[in-house]
């Protein structure tokens, strides 16, 4: 039986969405986070990186959320859920699927772990410092770039119901996880069509089975 590697709070959320679309069986093993919200060195056992997810099939154990989406669409997606058909649609499909972990949850990242930085323990005298270094750093690298990400995807979503295709993929699946993360730390109210297509995921009967599996993204 397919075993999903599962984080709490994570992207494997993604992945659980996905085996419930495509109805095949698995299991899940879940793991806690750690006290500095880690994955515990348990995960280490799985895959060397010890992150999730992780998708254990058979001897196949798959690290990367897209690769382990390509992988089921691939191997079980008998009745094409995860990928959709027509040439446009699987270059925006490959696009997505890319663009989630190549150009999204970068930027994400390096927003969240900046504006930690100066809630860090460090001498008082420290802090106005390090507050205003990050401060420069969100305003002069890291906004301008995530307005360029977050306007695309807007403009894309104005353009189309799904990412791609004319019905709900993997790649949907897929950007799922940063847009969710988004809306925790920004107020998305002037994008419409964000809004809009985070309601419809939430809708979706194979997300809403996965979130009572594996639960849903939360801030930290
Ligand atoms: N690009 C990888 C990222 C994997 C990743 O960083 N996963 C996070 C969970 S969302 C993780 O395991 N974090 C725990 C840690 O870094 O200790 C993917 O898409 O699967």
């Known amino acids: 039986m397919l075993v999903l590697h599962h984080l709490e709070n994570s992207r494997?959320?993604?992945?659980?969405?996905?085996?419930?679309?495509?109805?095949?069986?698995?299991?899940?093993?879940?793991?806690?986070r750690t006290a500095e919200q880690t994955a515990p060195e348990s995960l280490k056992r799985i895959h060397p990186l010890g992150h999730a997810p992780v998708l254990q099939d058979g001897d196949i154990v798959l690290?990367?959320?897209?690769?382990?989406?390509?992988?089921?669409?691939d191997q079980y997606d008998s009745t094409r859920v995860l990928k959709p058909e027509g040439k446009q649609a699987v270059i925006d499909y490959r696009y997505w699927l890319h663009f989630a972990e190549g150009s999204?949850?970068?930027?994400?990242?390096?927003?969240?772990?900046?504006?930690?930085?100066?809630?860090?323990?460090?001498?008082?005298?420290?802090?106005?410092?390090?507050?205003?270094i990050c401060k420069k750093v969100e305003a002069s690298f890291i906004a301008p770039r995530l307005n360029d990400v977050i306007n695309l995807v807007e403009g894309h979503l104005g353009e189309q119901k799904w990412f791609a295709g004319d019905q709900c993929s993997?790649?949907?699946?897929?950007?799922?996880?940063?847009?969710?993360?988004?809306?925790?730390?920004?107020n998305l109210s002037s994008y419409p069509n964000i809004t809009r297509w985070i309601t419809m995921i939430r809708s979706e009967p194979a997300y809403q089975s996965a979130a009572n599996r594996v639960g849903e993204f939360q801030a930290f």
């Open 104 to 132: 999204f949850m970068p930027l994400l990242l390096m927003l969240l772990l900046f504006r930690k930085i100066p809630q860090q323990k460090m001498p008082f005298f420290v802090k106005p410092i390090a507050r205003s």
């Open 170 to 186: 993997a790649a949907d699946m897929q950007m799922s996880f940063p847009l969710l993360a988004l809306k925790e730390v920004m």
């Open 12 to 32: 494997s959320q993604r992945i659980a969405w996905a085996l419930e679309a495509i109805g095949v069986e698995y299991e899940v093993q879940t793991y806690l």
């Open 63 to 73: 690290a990367e959320s897209g690769a382990i989406l390509e992988f089921l669409a």
